[in-house]
């Protein structure tokens, strides 16, 4: 469960596996299993984003990197994120192109990810922004 809510996900994952949301990234987000790749863990963080688990992103963001104030202040409820594409990856980083709108403008961020396993655990570190 999201410290702040989830938005309803019937049908597919926002990730655009085009597997069901309960098949794909919903078992990363309520915690039931852990991301196998850095591609599978950034793409359970873009469907964190869509439906609104904050308390997914503070659990797999680094804590060297994490913002202090990613929980009190959340996710941006006023952009709408519309789709994901993984542009290019390696074992530990995944470039991508996430669609949005935002304030009926729409956009897209593009970011290549860093990751590493902690613990056992793919992790985010962070990204650069680009294009």
């Not at 470039?95 to 985010?124: I, L």
């Amino acid at each position: 469960m999201s410290l702040f809510g989830t938005r309803p996900t019937p049908g597919p994952c926002p990730c655009g596996t085009g597997a069901a949301y309960d098949a794909c990234c919903g078992p990363l987000h309520r915690g039931a299993r852990r991301a196998d790749s850095a591609v599978e863990l950034m793409r359970s963080r873009y469907s964190a984003f869509v439906v609104g688990h904050v308390d997914h992103l503070f659990r797999t963001w680094h804590p060297r990197t994490r913002p202090a104030d990613l929980i009190e202040n959340g996710i941006d409820p006023a952009r709408t994120w519309t789709g994901l594409e993984v542009l290019d990856h390696g074992e530990d980083w995944v470039e991508f192109a996430a669609h949005y709108v935002d304030g009926g403008r729409p956009g897209t961020m593009r970011e290549r990810s860093r990751f590493e396993k902690r613990a056992g655990h793919w992790v985010y570190v962070d990204g650069t922004f680009g294009g």
